[in-house]
C-alpha cells in the first residue's frame, strides 16, 4: 500500500512539473551559431505572450519576396527595453538579423534589429539590459 500511495504521490508531482519542461527552448528550433541579416517591410507585429513577432516580407535578389517571422521576447521584457505595441508598424522598413531555423523555414529568432529610426538594438537591448550580456537567458537554450 506505501509503494502505491508513493507511485501516486511521484506521478501527481511529474504531472504538477510538466508546464516547467514545456517550453520548446531556443536552442532545439534555432541555428544558434549561425545568422542572417534580412531587410525587409513589417507586415504585422505581434506583441503577446509567451514571445513576441515581427513579420516582414524580404526581397530576393530574383525579385521574389519571402514571408519571414522574426520571434523575439516577451511584451515585458521588451518593454524594458523601451518597446511597446506600436513600435513596429506594417509599412516600417528594418533591418533585421536572425537565427534561422533548423528546419530551414523563413523563422528566425531575432538576434539584433536596426529600427526605422535607425537605432541598432542587441538582443539583449531589446529586453533594457543595456547590451551587458544575454537578458533573461536568451540565448543559452532557454
Known amino acids: ?5 508513493s507511485c501516486c504521490v511521484l506521478g501527481v508531482a511529474l504531472l504538477a512539473c510538466t508546464p516547467l519542461f514545456a517550453h520548446h527552448g531556443t536552442g532545439a528550433s534555432y541555428q544558434m551559431d549561425k545568422t542572417v541579416t534580412l531587410k525587409g517591410t513589417v507586415t504585422d507585429f505581434l ?13 530576393q535578389a530574383d525579385g521574389t519576396i519571402v514571408h519571414w517571422v522574426a520571434e523575439t521576447h516577451p511584451p515585458g521584457m521588451l518593454k524594458l527595453g523601451g518597446w511597446t505595441k506600436s513600435t513596429l ?5 528594418i533591418t533585421i538579423v536572425v537565427n534561422p531555423s533548423k528546419a530551414g ?9 536596426v529600427l526605422p529610426d535607425g537605432k541598432e538594438q542587441s538582443r539583449a537591448q531589446m529586453a533594457g539590459n543595456g547590451g551587458r550580456g ?7 537554450g532557454q
Open 1 to 5: 500500500m506505501k509503494t502505491i500511495l
Open 47 to 59: 506583441w503577446s505572450n509567451p514571445h513576441c513577432a515581427i513579420s516582414l516580407d524580404v526581397m
Open 89 to 93: 508598424k506594417p509599412g516600417d522598413q
Open 105 to 113: 523555414t523563413p523563422i528566425g529568432d531575432t538576434f539584433s534589429i
Open 134 to 140: 544575454q537578458a533573461g537567458g536568451r540565448g543559452d
